[in-house]
């Protein structure tokens, strides 16, 4: 099983939706990220996760730590935010290494 | 600023040839990583260092190589290339300290005949 796992695997949505993606992972961890990627591109890092939430536009990421939990939320999606999202834990006690999803697809279709 | 530099972009070998990738980044971060991304499955790590002159394996070594000579170079060397390791590889680079980011590079698609 995977340390880290992402749902939905493919997440397809009109323009102006509300989109979350979720992720859940079964080690302690000390950190959590979000990235994007998008086709045929590189990586980015959108968010980087302790405790609590974070917000950038209109990009949300939440984490539950006595859950092993996070949810990654996009208001008013738009076709420019299809993408391969991305989550990847930082165990405890690892200082260099991450554990990444397999990744969640998202097409928005205008 | 160019971040994170990946050369080359694409390569196609034959089974059995040899090839160094090359990872540069302009960022004076003390750690730089190469992982392979693969169809239906998480990048996987492959080899790291935390400094100029160290190296350190991660989940999927065998078969490849690495340098740290310079602190902002990290090449990954395929010895013997083998289909299995058809791949598009990214390098990533964070500066020390708890927190930071990894900041990744474009990829390089490598494809084994």
């Known amino acids: 099983k995977n340390e880290v796992e992402q749902s939905p695997q493919n997440l397809t949505a009109q323009e102006g939706e509300f989109i979350t993606i979720n992720c859940s992972y079964s080690?302690?961890?000390?950190?959590l990220h979000w990235l994007q990627q998008h086709p045929g591109g590189g990586i980015v890092s959108l968010f980087m996760l302790s405790s609590g939430k974070k917000k950038h536009g209109r990009l949300i990421a939440t984490i539950n730590i006595q859950e092993k939990h996070s949810s990654l939320h996009i208001t008013a999606s738009h076709p420019r935010d299809s993408a391969v999202y991305i989550c990847?834990?930082?165990?405890?006690?690892?200082?260099?290494?991450?554990?990444f999803g397999k990744g969640t697809l998202l097409t928005v279709n205008p | 600023n160019a971040g994170v530099t990946q050369t080359p972009k694409f390569r196609v070998l034959k089974t059995g040839q040899s090839m160094t990738l090359l990872c540069a980044q302009d960022?004076?971060?003390?750690?730089m990583y190469w992982y392979r991304q693969d169809p239906g499955m998480g990048l996987r790590l492959i080899h790291y260092s935390v400094g100029e002159g160290t190296t350190a394996k991660g989940e999927v070594p065998d078969g490849y190589n690495v340098s740290r000579l310079k602190k902002q170079n990290f090449l990954l060397g395929l010895e013997s290339a083998a289909p299995s390791q058809t791949s598009v590889y990214f390098c990533?680079?964070?500066?020390?300290?708890?927190?930071?980011?990894?900041?990744f590079g474009d990829g390089t698609r490598l494809s084994i005949l």
């Open positions: 990847a834990v930082r165990p405890g006690g690892s200082n260099y290494k991450l554990t």
């Open positions: 080690v302690g961890i000390s950190a």
């Open positions: 990533a680079s964070r500066t020390g300290g708890d927190g930071q980011p990894q900041h």
């Open positions: 960022m004076n971060h003390e750690y």
